[in-house]
């Protein structure tokens, strides 16, 4: 299938993986390149900017199609070497990064200059629309059922993409929510050119992480996640856990008195303890409402071959009809 995503990235099918703080390994990246996505690495679960570069290097050894490195911008106690990650993603010969928090526009002109295509993560039509005016190539719009980072507006993506479609000229794919052909053929005819999947790739053979985050996945349904930090306006969507119960507890109890000192406990350093050793009930871990929509763990070329066969069986069967009727 070729769309304005594909022809921008050189990809076959029009499908992302997300950038995830430690899932997205050279391994992840490199088993959705092949599959004829775009995978892609996480910077910042990267500690130095030469870590990152030798990540791409693996990634590039198990693949030779492109990948591409997430870079996310958000408040941190201290400020990543963001000049130096750029550094290795030009030097790893990548092509595609996919920016995600704050505006990216002080970053835009050096990546451009080195022929590097970027995808800018929004929760909102207007922030769209600023990556658009900045230069961004391309959007990826992530609806409130998203994992990870919603935003404060709360749009689900069966507002937020026809929205978007109405005022956006760059291309943009559905982020949040997806798992299945269904959902892409939806989000096509919606105005997206393709998608973005998060939480879905985790439940997949090659994702790096600990087999009891797989089960997790598999066991949980579209009541499980939960909206933590909202006081403090960085809203994430995590699956519940006895740490997230901890957590909404002390939301209630301080108010608006709260401080990120006080949840730090179940939200500092949380990723290694859950992704790698399969601790669940360490802390808060971003994951999408689509858990209820995930009940196996294929290979990422099983998925997305069988992503791209239910999408072209509805066009050229349900909705063909429905056209001819
Ligand atoms: C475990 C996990 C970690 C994530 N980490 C990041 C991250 O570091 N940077 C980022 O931009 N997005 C991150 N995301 C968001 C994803 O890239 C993607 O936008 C989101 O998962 C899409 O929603 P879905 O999970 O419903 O598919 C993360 C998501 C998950 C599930």
Known sequence: MKTKITELFGIEHPIIQGGMHYVGFAEMAAAVSNAGGLGIITGLTQRTPEDLAKEIARCRDMTDKPFGVNLTFLPMVNTPDYPGYIKAIIEGGVKAVETAGNNPAKWLPVLKEHGIKVIHKCTSVRHSLKAESIGCDAVSVDGFECGGHPGEDDVPNFILLPRAAEELKIPFVASGGVANGKQ???????????????????????????????????????????????PLRNTERVLNNAAVERLLAKEKALGANIKFEDIIEEVAGVYPKIMTEGTMEAGAWSCGMVVGLIHDIPTCKDLIDGIMAEAHAIITGRLAQFAAS
């Open 184 to 230: 892409l053929v939806a989000a096509l005819a919606m105005g997206a050119d393709g998608v973005n999947m998060g939480t879905r790739f985790i439940a997949t053979k090659e994702a790096p992480v600990h087999e009891n985050v797989k089960q997790a996945i598999l066991n949980a349904t579209e009541l499980d996640t939960r909206l933590v930090m909202r």
